[in-house]
T-cell receptor
Framework: KQEVTQIPAALSVPEGENLVLNCSFT??????LQWFRQDPGKGLTSLLL?????REQTSGRLNASLDKSSGRSTLYIAASQPGDSATYLC???????????FGGGTRVLVKP | GAVVSQHPSRVICKSGTSVKIECRSL??????MFWYRQFPKQSLMLMAT?????????EQGVEKDKFLINHASLTLSTLTVTSAHPEDSSFYIC????????????FGSGTRLTVV
């Protein structure tokens, strides 16, 4: 059974600092891994999707890496802004069983 | 980009009544839709997976007679909470995707259900 863990559960940084969010998964046979952002009381917004054959994906200030052999993915957010405050979730998709399994999320607070 | 519409965004109902939540993929055909439940400050808990034209697959511990899922077309899935009770109050989110999540999954904006 796939288990996805995110550490830390919460993170508070001053504005301008880079953010590093970690995601680990137990089953390396994932088809892809997706990072999401969730604002309070809202749905999920997809940030980056990394296919199993890829090592990283970049979008603006966001960069996500994937290392299947070690079962890890990392989301980097450069030069954080107060608007980056949200909960970030990673999710691994496994074709066998057709399931998208979520980590517990990291709540991020960027202080002005 | 892919858009998933979920309706209603908020609903308050009385105990014993049923509530239907709709999830629509607006610009793509969703072969698979997932339904999640989220408790405050917790992550998403998968309730069931629905594939168009077939019965939903429920996760262990989720009552299928309580949470009725219908995926009648490639663009619409519904979740009906039957005989709702206060403990069913929660945030419900759907997501939709195609072909083994090749392009990732897109999520609806969620439905806040309050049972009084």
């Amino acid at each position: 059974k796939q288990e996805v863990t995110q550490i830390p559960a919460a993170l508070s940084v001053p504005e301008g600092e880079n953010l590093v969010l970690n995601c680990s998964f137990t089953d390396s046979a994932i088809y892809n891994l997706q990072w999401f952002r969730q604002d309070p009381g809202k749905g999920l917004t997809s940030l980056l999707l990394i296919q199993s054959s890829q090592r990283e994906q970049t979008s603006g200030r966001l960069n996500a890496s994937l290392d299947k052999s070690s079962g890890r993915s990392t989301l980097y957010i450069a030069a954080s802004q107060p608007g980056d405050s949200a909960t970030y979730l990673c999710a691994g998709y496994k074709a066998a069983g057709n399931k998208l399994t979520f980590g517990g999320g990291t709540r991020v607070l960027v202080k002005p | 980009g892919a858009v998933v519409s979920q309706h209603p965004s908020r609903v308050i109902c009385k105990s014993g009544t049923s509530v239907k939540i709709e999830c629509r993929s607006l610009d793509f055909q969703a072969t698979t839709m997932f339904w999640y439940r989220q408790f405050p400050k917790q992550s998403l808990m998968l309730m069931a997976t629905s594939n168009e034209g077939s019965k939903a697959t429920y996760e262990q511990g989720v009552e299928k007679d309580k949470f009725l899922i219908n995926h009648a077309s490639l663009t619409l899935s519904t979740l009906t909470v039957t005989s709702a009770h206060p403990e069913d109050s929660s945030f419900y989110i759907c997501s939709a995707g195609t072909d083994r999540s090749r392009y990732g999954y897109t999520f609806g904006s969620g439905t806040r259900l309050t049972v009084v």
